[in-house]
């Protein structure tokens, strides 16, 4: 795959195997029109002649290991990063600015899927580090998802019924924080969302074409003691609380 225009480009190839996927991306991303101009009665800037194409080069690659009851596909991504452009903040406001080092990122990753019967258990799990301490882009250290559920088939295949809990973890860290006057987040360094787990239960039935489901999310609400007793996905923006859902879906096309 390529797209080439006058200041942008992206170069990708992928070879497949039955046991093996690797891929190689070359990209190159001029800066947008937010981050090169800005005028306001807040602030200003202009970066028309400072704003270089950030440059990724990214390798990847992930194994596919079969066997009697599922398979699991270990993985790995390597990233690097020039000219990163990213908002951090000053005593008045945020602006754009440009990581002057190159940022190598290095991520590991498991994904399984078993099944015992009626009974399936996937699991993703992935390890991501900054190799060059950058500490510019943020992210968990270690991410952790799984869907244990119950599935069947009933009245003679008419119906599939699917039970069970979605949960996932990730480690604590300094995520971006948002500034709503611009829509942008930005670096900061003063709020530490801290390591939380999140259980939903849900069921749902497939009858032909239509979808009917219920949803309890992040069932554990309120469970630990404060101030663990929730999470939030942004300095100051709290992240969902105990929600029960109901809905379907009908898909009018085959």
């Known amino acids: 795959e390529y797209w080439?225009?006058?200041?942008?480009?992206?170069?990708?190839?992928?070879?497949?195997?039955?046991?093996?996927?690797?891929?190689?991306?070359?990209?190159?991303?001029?800066?947008?029109?937010?981050?090169?101009?800005?005028?306001?009665?807040?602030?200003?800037?202009?970066?028309?002649?400072?704003?270089?194409?950030?440059?990724?080069?990214?390798?990847?690659?992930?194994?596919?290991?079969?066997?009697?009851?599922?398979?699991?596909?270990?993985?790995?991504?390597?990233?690097?990063?020039?000219?990163?452009?990213?908002?951090?903040?000053?005593?008045?406001?945020?602006?754009?600015?440009?990581?002057?080092?190159?940022?190598?990122?290095?991520?590991?990753?498991?994904?399984?899927?078993?099944s015992i019967k009626n009974l399936h258990f996937e699991h993703q799990i992935f390890y991501t580090q900054d190799l060059s301490s950058s500490n510019v882009i943020r992210f968990p250290e270690w991410h952790i998802w799984g869907s244990w559920y119950y599935q069947k088939n009933l009245f003679k295949n008419a119906l599939l019924l699917r039970t069970g809990i979605d949960w996932h973890y990730r480690t604590a860290y300094y995520t971006d924080a948002y500034m709503p006057a611009v829509k942008q987040f930005y670096l900061q360094n003063n709020y530490l969302v801290r390591a939380y787990p999140i259980v939903d239960i849900f069921a749902s039935l497939l009858i032909k074409k239509t979808r009917v489901f219920i949803k309890m999310s992040h069932v554990n609400d309120g469970i630990l003691a404060k101030p663990d007793n929730g999470y939030v996905v942004t300095p100051f923006y709290a992240g969902l609380r105990r929600t029960f859902s109901l809905g379907f879906s009908w898909r009018l096309f085959d």
């Open 4 to 114: 080439i225009g006058s200041k942008d480009y992206l170069l990708e190839g992928v070879l497949n195997h039955r046991f093996l996927q690797v891929a190689i991306k070359s990209l190159s991303i001029s800066p947008t029109l937010f981050e090169n101009r800005y005028v306001s009665r807040i602030s200003n800037w202009n970066n028309l002649d400072t704003l270089k194409n950030t440059f990724i080069q990214e390798l990847f690659a992930q194994g596919f290991i079969p066997f009697k009851f599922g398979f699991i596909k270990p993985s790995a991504r390597y990233q690097v990063i020039t000219n990163h452009t990213y908002f951090t903040r000053d005593t008045a406001f945020i602006f754009p600015t440009q990581a002057r080092n190159t940022i190598q990122i290095l991520q590991l990753g498991l994904e399984s899927k078993f």
